[in-house]
């Protein structure tokens, strides 16, 4: 059973943007209130890193390598979670990954990949 969906990766140039989204359709409105959130990337050869994340009181927590950059946001109502990216560098490439922390288990969607050009 798929519990989140992401879309919005594509190809970018240095500098550009991109809004990534996370859609959880099938999970229970109150599960998804209550569920902490977060975004991975992996790189090619590297393991999977967490980018941004929500603890479970509610604070975000960005990686250093994009404080000022990126923007972790989620909204309730529509059981969405987004990432906004700027100054997009070529180290942010990557397969990026919702997860959710739900059902009392880590749940995954199937990625979406971003790749920034040079």
């Known amino acids: 059973q798929v519990h989140l969906v992401e879309s919005g990766g594509g190809l970018v140039e240095a500098g550009g943007s991109l809004r990534l989204s996370c859609k959880a359709p099938r999970m229970i409105l109150s599960v998804f209130n209550a569920a902490p959130m977060a975004w991975y990337r992996q790189a090619p050869g590297k393991e999977r890193e967490l980018v941004a994340g929500e603890s479970s009181v509610g604070i975000i927590n960005y990686a250093d390598s994009v404080k000022g950059r990126f923007t972790f946001s989620r909204d309730n109502g529509k059981r969405m979670v987004y990432l906004e990216m700027n100054s997009l560098k070529s180290e942010d490439t990557g397969v990026y990954y919702c997860?959710?922390?739900?059902?009392?288990?880590?749940?995954w969607g199937q990625g979406t990949q971003v790749t920034v050009s040079s």
């Open positions: 997860n959710a922390a739900a059902y009392g288990r880590s749940l």
